[in-house]
Every structure is written in C-alpha cells, then in structure tokens.
C-alpha cells in the first residue's frame, strides 16, 4: 500500500531528504508523528505487521505507507525504508520513533548538521539522567561497553534518532532485523571510515504505553552484537 505525497512544500534542506518511520500498532500516537514530521520532510511510515490500523492513520495523515504482511522487528523496518529511499533518489534519511519519544520539531537540528558536513551518519543525542530506571544506568552501561569494543567514544549508541546520508546506506552491510541494528550502523560507519556527527536532542519517556523493547532478549541481542563487533575489530589489529 502506498500514497504518493508531493515535496514542493518541503524547503528545509538542500538535499532530499526522507523522514522515515518504523511502526507497530501505533494508531494511537502515528498520525500526530506524521503530520509533525511533514512539517519538515515528506515521510514514508514502514507498517511492520501492525493490526490497529497504524497503516490507515499514518496515511490519513500524508504519509507514504509501505506495509509489512507479519511483524518482523524494527531493523528489518528500517532496512525496508531505507531501500525504499535509495530506489526514490534520496540523499539522506532521517528515522524517528513513532511513539512520540523523538520530537519531530528538532528535525531542523539534523538538517542543520548535514548542511554544515558534520557526518555521514548524525545521532541524537540524549541525557541519561532524565531517563527512568533502569535505562538511566543500563543505556550508558551499553555505552561504555560499545565503546570499548569499538575502541572509540560513542555518546550515545541506542539513539533511534538519527540521519543517515545515502553513501553510508549504499555502502552499509547489515545484518540483524532487531533494535541492535541501530548499533550494527554504528560499527559500519567506523568500519567505512564514515564520519559520525551528534546533536543534541530532547530525552522524551512517560508517555503512557509499554515498550517494544524486551528487555531480556533485546540486551542478549545487544550483547552478541557488541562482543561480534569486538571480535572483528581484534581479529582486523
């Protein structure tokens, strides 16, 4: 399913760049994500298997729409949407959570950072301390783990906010369909030799629904990702 939304009202950037959104069973919050976000940049939402009619309301609200028929995890989401993006001609997307956490009026920030060069790949930034428990101590645990398998600082690695220009998605290789996607890309942009840029964004929780985010079997998926990212960078020394 999709519907064709116009881009002559969209002057941010100089470069077309793609707000793209994963969503599952977002009906509630997706549509006001949506009109928001086309403020700034057409958007295209990646249904993934929702049954709450997240596909209706995101399209109701002028989002390009393409569905996934069973729920596959948000990586495999976003790998859609960025095939999606490069097939159109995109030169960058910028991905944001449909559940409210990323306010889409710092859309201007990420644009901002591309212009001015600042990377390949632009992550937002968040303040650990105004997190809830445990992600106050478990996201800059995650941090320094990834650092040190990296062997490089990163701020903020689970940071679903973020703009990827269209040389590191031509040139990544990913691999895992879950949240740890997020770290993988990362770890191909340091693997490329891509520059990483950061901004600093609004740290958003509270907003009355249950996270996606198992966090049992998604911290084991973290971990294995971090430990194989550490292998490979041994192995290459």
């Known amino acids: 399913?999709?519907?064709s939304v116009g881009e002559?009202?969209?002057?941010?950037?100089?470069?077309?760049?793609?707000?793209?959104?994963?969503?599952?069973n977002e009906a509630p919050r997706i549509g006001r994500i949506v009109e928001k976000?086309?403020?700034?940049?057409?958007?295209?939402?990646?249904?993934?298997?929702?049954?709450?009619?997240?596909?209706?309301?995101?399209?109701?609200a002028g989002a390009t729409v393409v569905r996934h028929p069973q729920n596959r995890g948000k990586g495999a989401a976003l790998k859609t949407g960025f095939?999606?993006?490069?097939?159109?001609?995109?030169?960058?997307v910028l991905t944001l959570d449909a559940?409210?956490?990323h306010d889409p009026c710092e859309i201007p920030k990420f644009l901002a950072a591309l212009e001015a060069g600042t990377g390949d790949l632009i992550i937002g930034k968040r303040q650990f301390l105004k997190m809830p428990w445990p992600r106050w101590w478990s996201t800059p645990l995650g941090t320094v783990l990834l650092s040190l398998a990296l062997?490089?600082?990163?701020?903020?690695?689970?940071?679903?906010?973020?703009?990827i220009a269209r040389r590191a998605l031509e040139s990544f290789q990913l691999t895992s369909d879950g949240f740890e996607m997020e770290v993988e890309m990362i770890a191909e942009?340091?693997?490329?030799?891509l520059p990483i840029g950061w901004v600093p964004i609004r740290t958003i929780y509270g907003i009355g629904k249950r996270s996606y985010f198992h966090p049992v079997k998604d911290t084991l998926r973290f971990l294995r990702m971090v430990w194989w990212i550490g292998r490979r960078r041994w192995a290459e020394k």
Do not use: C
């Open 99 to 101: 559940d409210g956490q």
């Open 1 to 3: 399913m999709e519907h």
């Open 8 to 24: 002559a009202q969209f002057p941010m950037s100089k470069r077309r760049v793609l707000a793209l959104i994963p969503a599952w």
């Open 189 to 193: 942009a340091i693997r490329l030799g």
């Open 83 to 92: 095939v999606w993006a490069l097939a159109q001609g995109y030169d960058a």
């Open 37 to 60: 976000a086309r403020t700034y940049l057409p958007v295209l939402v990646v249904d993934d298997g929702s049954t709450d009619g997240t596909a209706e309301v995101a399209e109701r």
């Open 151 to 163: 062997g490089r600082y990163i701020p903020d690695n689970q940071s679903g906010y973020r703009l």
